[in-house]
């Protein structure tokens, strides 16, 4: 396992250059000038040119594309990820303090796609053609189709701004210093429920549909046959029996959908004003800010390349069976 992990983030270098390249290129050729956000175009135009050349200078933008690529390639390789335009201070740093936000966030959202979409798939199935099999696979389908930024704003005007039930915004009460460790918490999950419930629905309403249609499959082989056919209580049946194997896909689908609840998050995070890296990264587009917009997608290729190899250890480590293709199994 070891090796091939190795194998496999060694294999992932060339694809990151790529992206980082591409990436690049492209947000130096669109339109825009990262000067723009220092000096009002009223203001420019009054201003000397040598004064606005000092300040290309001083960030690296005078000079060639391929020779800014290099010189950023070669700081990352060292573990700097350049200085922030708009905000002057190393990206490391504002990395440092946003991604927990959005850890917490994506992390509550997997949490609640688990137990709330497998829970339901497997209901779904036991009973199979029946008003609640029916109403969860029309709630699905219905709830997967919903944009989820659409959502988010719904959910805002109806439990934020009639109701008042939870929080329009930010992640903390006031008198968050003041309360108890516990207290502390609770205000914590009262902010992120309706931001964790908006990202994590959307995923559960997949889940509950494919851990119903792959439970289904499970249960028409001759295995499980066999094992009612001896008597065992059905209940036995699935959970020790079926849910296991039907679970095997599933590993590899929550594998690949951290990175995308996190590109989910970059809208969510915009609506509540969550102060995650979707919220740094959109306010960095809008300002031009070249090395913020380099550091957030390549953690999002990072996280890709990693949500890739994490499925495949753990798809292999809850089934045997399967070789990490180092001629061993797992």
């Not at 050349?53 to 005078?62: A, I, K, T, V, Y």
């Not at 889940?207 to 119903?212: E, H, K, L, P, V």
């Amino acid at each position: 396992m070891t090796r091939y992990t190795l194998r496999r983030l060694i294999q992932a270098i060339p694809l990151l250059l790529g992206i980082a390249t591409i990436t690049f290129v492209v947000i130096h050729l669109a339109p825009g000038d990262p000067m723009d956000m220092f000096l009002a175009p009223r203001l420019r135009r009054q201003m000397d040119p040598e004064v606005i050349e000092l300040l290309r200078q001083r960030f690296g933008l005078d000079q060639p594309i391929h020779v800014q690529l290099g010189k950023w390639l070669v700081n990352v390789a060292q573990g700097d990820l350049g200085e922030s335009f708009r905000y002057r201070r190393p990206v490391t740093a504002l990395i440092a303090e946003r991604i927990p936000y959005t850890l917490q966030l994506a992390g509550l959202a997997l949490l609640f796609d688990a137990l709330i979409g497998i829970a339901l798939g497997i209901y779904s199935a036991v009973k199979q053609y029946s008003l609640a099999d029916r109403a969860i696979t029309v709630g699905s389908l219905a709830i997967h189709s919903i944009p989820g930024f659409w959502l988010a704003i719904m959910l805002v005007m109806v439990f934020s701004v009639n109701l008042g039930w939870f929080p329009i915004s930010q992640t903390r009460s006031l008198d968050y210093d003041l309360l108890s460790t516990w207290g502390k918490i609770g205000d914590r999950l009262w902010h992120l429920a309706l931001p964790v419930f908006v990202l994590g629905v959307a995923q559960a309403a997949g889940t509950a549909r494919y851990m119903r249609n792959r439970l289904l499959e499970v249960l028409s082989e001759e295995y499980i046959l066999a094992a009612r056919a001896r008597g065992l209580r059905e209940r036995t049946v699935i959970l020790k029996h079926a849910l296991r194997n039907a679970l095997i896909p599933i590993v590899t689908i929550y594998g690949m959908s951290l990175p995308f609840l996190l590109g989910g998050a970059v809208l969510i995070e915009n609506v509540f004003a969550w102060p995650g890296m979707g919220l740094l990264a959109t306010e960095a587009v809008g300002a031009r800010d070249y090395p913020v917009i380099l550091a957030t997608t390549m953690m999002a290729a990072v996280l890709v390349i990693l949500g890739n190899l994490l499925a495949d250890i753990t798809y292999s480590i809850v089934d045997p069976r399967i070789s990490l293709g180092d001629g061993k199994p797992a």
